[in-house]
């Protein structure tokens, strides 16, 4: 007879108690830590919405804003408002893209459409003509992670500004 | 590679996440619990294929699937040890018509399920028929009525 096969009264069978109690231990860690994993993720500590997974970086001047969430997933997309303050209202704004960000994920949809949209070696740069003409000075770049790990890049304006944008997809 | 990854990962996550539910949970499947694995096969759908719904992608994704399932089945054949981690093994929840109400508890059975079990597979009345109820690693319960001039 196998070894884990035992007497018990007059019922073979293969009962382990010890191990029964280990696993029933691993299940209610595993239970806490999916637990966790999903009160992480309705913080957007995995990427989408939520109030961990929100970054606001303001341009020296103090004059524009880029508000993008840190942390993506692939394939999923991730919103890049471009927002310019104080009242701006431009004939033509320029919002310039690098392609170090670029590397990393596709531009799917721009919002509102960029009337023009000039590809350089070190980037992208998108024109919007009358742009807070009738609202607000905001261009929203919707993004979409093209592979997971971080995507480093610079967002920039007409007047040569430039601040830093990092955004951590998940797989 | 990437496909074959994938599916190995999704494979493991989905046997580990599957042992956390518990064997109980799997061998209950109402209608509600049907939907549920409906709606998870259909989740890991994208998981699996991802943008890729070619012939060539699909006949590596199940082969994957189908060669981890035959590999585990012969670890656990070659291992009992691995067996009862996997599944915890069975477990005597009711002896002489006694019950253990802390495996019971453990592993989120009642009264009603082993009576149910009992009406089902003996035509049992009462628990002090039941000589053993046992839960099985499929999250079964079996049952071995008394004999007539033990009860």
Known sequence: MPDEVRRLDDLDIEQDMRMQRRVWVAQRAGWTVMAAVVAA?????FGGTGPLNRRVVTAA???WTVRHPPLGRMTAEVPMR???HGGARFNVARV???TSLLDGMNVTRVTPEATRRVARADGV???FERLGASDAAVVTFSLQPTRW???TGQVGTRDGERVTVSIFSFP | MESVLRAALVYFMLLVLFNLAGKRAMSETNTFDFVVLLIISEAVQNALIGEDASFTNTVLVVTTLLGLTIAMSVWKYRSARLE???GGGPLILVRHGQLFEDRMRMARVDVPDILMAARNG???ERLDQIKYAVLEESGSISIIPRQESQA
Do not use: C, N
Not at chain 1, 41 to 45: E, I
């Open chain 1, 96 to 98: 310039w893209l690098s």
């Open chain 2, 84 to 86: 009862k981690v996997l």
């Open chain 1, 61 to 63: 001047s103090g004059r």
């Open chain 1, 41 to 45: 993720a309705l913080m957007g500590v």
């Open chain 1, 125 to 127: 740069t998108y024109e």
């Open chain 2, 122 to 124: 003996q035509g049992l």
């Open chain 1, 149 to 151: 790990g971080r995507a």
């Open chain 1, 82 to 84: 471009v927002a310019f």
